[in-house]
């Protein structure tokens, strides 16, 4: 809910519409999600608001640290749907990495996410939950607290659209989050509709595409949704993403040995998207058993960065981080719902 929904409801019972603000702001500022501890509340209201907005907090299924201080959180629903959240360290600050549904319908053939298909969406208040237990995280190590925001986790963000910009809203309260939303990312894997609508959303948010390929033949072979929103069509759609909000739109790349990693496909990725306000960030594949993909080796990838940057694309090469813990996408909640099946066997 937002402000004025929270007001409205709780108006409809009676009661003054300042305690459902006040309720808000336990949640958002300080992770509280149990009536009891919001302790500038009336007895006799944190009773009876249990029975007309219950809360029903997701709860830390899993927990991984890397040497780097790379978390992946598994977070729990009630309804047992465990996503997975991870929290990322820079030099500028704490960035945490958000899934937008259980699951995810799109099918990339290296993504360890879509395996499984899409089980269902998360509402706005689950995606929150993230961010709110990666801050609670945050706290209780001293690390400093959260800027920014990647809608990259599992799922896709234009397939559960509504529900995803509802969520960045929140996120950008300023009395809640007040996570800018220059700071914020939504990462898609290439749904033309949804960029066309964004970009008329009016918030200035950060539009990532999930690009992998400069061709058709190469990226419908690792893109399903690439057959019906082809290359050109979502590159017009970029770049008018990128006129309409004058926001750079990042392309991510990920490179995958032998299948898109050649300086031809350096080149005919420099003529696509060149003279567009962009940024290209190579990622060398994560190996996910089921792919079968292999990253190249390190010449290779420089390479490919070169090819880009002498044609003054701004190019970044990916920092990995949690590797060790399974921290690429889908990677844990295959890992510990594979296990829990293996026990229930
Ligand atoms: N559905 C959205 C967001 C989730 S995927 C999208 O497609 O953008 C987040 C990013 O991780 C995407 O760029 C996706 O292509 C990439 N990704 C998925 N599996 C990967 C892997 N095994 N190695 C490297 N990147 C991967």
């Not at 919001?38 to 009773?47: G, I, K, Q, S």
């Not at 509504?162 to 990312?185: Q, S």
């Not at 399903?224 to 993403?241: M, S, T």
């Amino acid at each position: 809910m937002d402000v004025g929904e929270a007001r409205r409801l709780f108006e409809q019972h009676g009661l003054p519409g300042y305690r459902g603000e006040q309720v808000l702001s336990w949640i958002h500022r300080h992770g509280i999600r149990d009536y009891s501890q919001m302790t500038n509340l009336p007895a006799y209201l944190r009773d009876e608001l249990q029975g007309i907005a219950p809360l029903r907090p997701a709860s830390v299924a899993a927990e991984r640290r890397s040497v780097d201080g790379t978390i992946k959180l598994l977070l729990e629903y009630p309804d047992g749907n465990a996503v997975e959240t991870v929290i990322m360290r820079h030099d500028y600050g704490v960035s945490v990495c958000v899934s937008s549904q259980v699951g995810c319908a799109m099918g990339c053939s290296f993504c360890a996410s879509g395996i499984g298909g899409l089980v269902r969406n998360l509402t706005p208040g689950e995606m929150l939950e993230q961010v709110l237990e990666a801050s609670i995280q945050c706290r209780s190590m001293g690390a400093p607290r959260i800027s920014s925001i990647v809608v990259m986790g599992s799922g896709e963000p234009m397939h559960n659209y509504d529900n995803v910009v509802r969520f960045v809203r929140l996120a950008n309260w300023n009395k809640g989050l007040g996570i800018g939303y220059r700071h914020i990312t939504v990462s898609t894997c290439g749904i033309v509709p949804g960029i066309r609508r964004l970009a008329g959303e009016g918030i200035p948010i950060t539009l990532s595409v999930s690009l992998h390929a400069p061709d058709d033949e190469t990226r419908s072979r690792l893109m399903p949704v690439n057959r019906v929103y082809p290359v050109g069509e979502l590159i017009a759609a970029c770049r008018d993403y990128a006129d309409v909000t004058g926001r750079r739109v990042t392309y991510e790349y990920a490179l995958v040995r032998s299948v898109n990693d050649s300086p031809r496909h350096a080149r005919k990725l420099v003529e696509l998207i060149a003279g567009s306000l962009c940024h290209v960030n190579l990622i060398p594949v994560n190996p996910v058993e089921e792919a079968g993909f292999d990253r190249p080796d390190q010449a290779t990838v420089q390479a490919f960065a070169d090819v880009l940057s002498r044609a003054g694309i701004s190019t970044t090469i990916r920092r990995e981080l949690g590797t060790d813990i399974e921290a690429a996408c889908g990677q844990l909640r295959r890992r510990v719902l594979g296990e829990e099946r293996g026990r229930s066997r």
